[in-house]
């Protein structure tokens, strides 16, 4: 019988984990803090201590039931900081035989373990059974579509899970209930106090660490209050149901100049670890709904990010790699702007988002999406600068989740997998949406001028810019009709402004890596590949 070595990684802290399953007399089961995960690009700092004090919880409640855990800390004089190797060198100090990890959440990770799997120590690499879908199942769904939608996606699975509905039909006569989802902040009822978790001595351990090892990273610590343990994910999943849920369909897109949350449900790092598991979270939802406590609009549009989007952008992430990593269907070259580290740009809407990602490693979908992945977008930066970013700065940023929004979703870069257009929008979205533009010195109806807002000049100039490209899409057909009305004088005049602002845009002409040279990154996959022009 074999004596394996179980890799449990920090994304996978779950007890329901397959590799944890009937393990023979003798596994071992190790965690390893490793210092190349934390550095191959500058996590934020809150996101580093929260995986960091999660994992340590979790091997405690794996020795209370029983089992052989080895932990490697981040400061142990003989970890080697690197997951392959010390994960063999566990192996051999345990003389185990073999050693077993589920998919991790990155194709960098999934290539390095593969490439072990012949080796003298075999690697079994297992199937992770968390999600609603596997990457083979969604492999099988997209065989035969050239234009896969999200919305066809989720209709599967809806009908698979028989979540929010009745026999084949969905309960409410719809599927979707969007148009119900895009009220701005002004008629919205107070916003709840958010749940804290104060930090134990586990925890208050790991924050030291952190500040010791990673401080200079972007981001700031002192608010550190994510959930660490499956209990606190489960009580955050509690306090949502009963504060928030019922608004969150209503105010989803709104965005506010005080509050990052709103009425969002914080969840996505507990589910990305696995504290929490994607079913009891819609199912807990769709309880809500049928027990009358929540309207079937919010609950609707929250399992949609769950049951949908969650396991559409996995799907496409591991049947798409590697190269959808590669995707530059704008051929966009820009370095990313240097306000995205440093918060200091006039542009208010932008500047908060980066200031509430600095101070809590969270923004929401639409910050993410319609403030900064829209600057981005409409400046023309590069996708593997910006991904970079969104990968550091986000506590949930896990490579499969993340690539697919920042690369697809905001940039467009895999020529419409992710969504059939750009989505972009000017300097009147933000106000519609926000109260950011009564704090801002720009403002939001001018498109020329120096009081205009930068947005506006830039929208029409990224419609320019693409003209080849985009104006035959049917959904961009309306905005190209709206651009040819303007007449010539006007779109030179917005083109001056557009460049004006552009060339006096400081950005970075290389990455801000915050450890390791360019060779290490290199080696562990990543590579910037396109500078400022
Ligand atoms: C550029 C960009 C980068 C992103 N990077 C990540 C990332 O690294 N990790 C991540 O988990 N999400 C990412 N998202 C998706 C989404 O923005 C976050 O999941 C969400 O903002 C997390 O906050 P929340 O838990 O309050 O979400 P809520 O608004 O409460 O939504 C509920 C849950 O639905 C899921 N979800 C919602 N939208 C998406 C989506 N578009 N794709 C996948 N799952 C979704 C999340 O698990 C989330 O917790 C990104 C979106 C964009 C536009
Ligand atoms: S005026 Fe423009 S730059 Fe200023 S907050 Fe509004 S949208 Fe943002």
């Known amino acids: 019988m074999s004596k394996p070595l179980i890799l449990v990684l920090g994304d996978q802290l779950s007890h329901d984990l397959p590799s944890l399953q009937a393990l023979p007399d003798g ?68 003389g185990c035989d073999e050693i077993r990890v589920v998919r991790p959440g990155e194709w960098r990770l999934w290539e390095a373990f593969k490439a072990r799997e012949a080796g003298p120590l075999p690697w079994r690499l297992l199937e992770d059974s968390r999600f609603y879908t596997t990457p083979e199942a969604f492999a099988a769904w997209m065989r035969g579509r050239k234009q896969p939608r999200l919305e066809h996606f989720y209709r599967t699975q809806r009908r698979a899970s028989g979540l929010l509905m009745e026999a084949d039909t969905p309960l409410g006569g719809k599927w979707n ?78 965005i506010s100049d005080e509050a990052p949350r709103l009425f969002h449900s914080r969840l996505a790092a507990a589910l990305n670890l696995g504290l929490l598991s994607p079913r009891e979270t819609c199912e807990a939802a769709e309880r809500e709904y049928l027990e009358g406590r929540a309207p079937l609009n919010s609950v609707e549009g929250f399992i949609r990010q769950i049951l949908g989007w969650r396991e559409y952008v996995r799907g496409l992430y591991w049947t798409r790699m590697p190269d959808y990593k590669r995707g530059n269907h704008l051929e966009a070259s820009r370095g990313l702007p240097s306000c995205y580290w440093s918060g200091d740009t006039e542009l208010r809407c932008l500047r908060r988002a980066i200031e509430m990602t600095r101070d809590h490693a969270y923004a929401h979908h639409i910050q993410r999406l319609m403030v900064t992945g829209n600057f981005a977008l409409l400046c023309g930066v590069a996708p593997q600068a910006l991904c970079d970013w969104y990968l550091a700065v986000y506590a949930d940023a896990c490579e ?46 001018r498109v020329t001028g120096t009081h205009a807002c930068p947005l506006n000049a830039l929208y029409w100039h990224f419609l320019m810019r693409h003209r080849d490209r985009l104006a035959s899409n049917p959904r961009m057909r309306l905005i190209y009709a709206g651009l040819e009305r303007m007449g010539e004088a006007k779109r030179e005049a917005i083109r001056q402004q557009a460049e004006a602002f552009l060339e006096g845009l400081a950005c970075e002409t290389a990455p801000r890596w915050a450890g390791g040279d360019q060779a290490h990154q290199h080696a562990l996959g990543y590579r910037y590949r396109e500078s400022s022009p």
């Open 27 to 94: 596994a071992v089961i190790a965690l390893c803090e490793v210092a190349d995960e934390g550095r191959y690009v500058p996590h934020h700092p809150q996101k580093i201590a929260m995986m960091l004090a999660a994992m340590r919880h979790f091997a405690d409640e794996l020795r209370a039931r029983g089992l052989r855990v080895h932990y490697s800390a981040l400061d142990a004089p003989d970890n080697t900081q690197s997951l392959v190797s010390e994960a063999e060198r566990l192996a051999r100090h345990y």
């Open 177 to 254: 209930y969007d148009a119900d989802n895009r009220h701005p902040l002004a008629d919205a009822p107070p916003l709840p106090a958010p749940l804290r978790h104060a930090p134990d001595a586990i925890t208050r351990d790991v924050l030291e660490l952190v500040a010791e090892h990673f401080g200079e990273h972007f981001g700031r610590l002192e608010d550190f209050d994510w959930p660490v343990t499956r209990a606190q994910a489960r009580a955050e999943l509690a306090d949502f149901l009963e504060t928030r849920l019922a608004h969150f369909g209503r105010y989803q897109d709104a």
């Open 400 to 445: 499969w989740v993340e690539l697919p929004n920042t690369l697809g979703m905001v940039l467009h870069a895999d020529g419409g997998l992710m969504g059939s257009k750009p989505y972009c929008a000017s300097g009147k979205y933000i106000d519609r949406m926000s109260d950011h533009c009564r704090h801002c010195r720009y403002d939001p109806k």
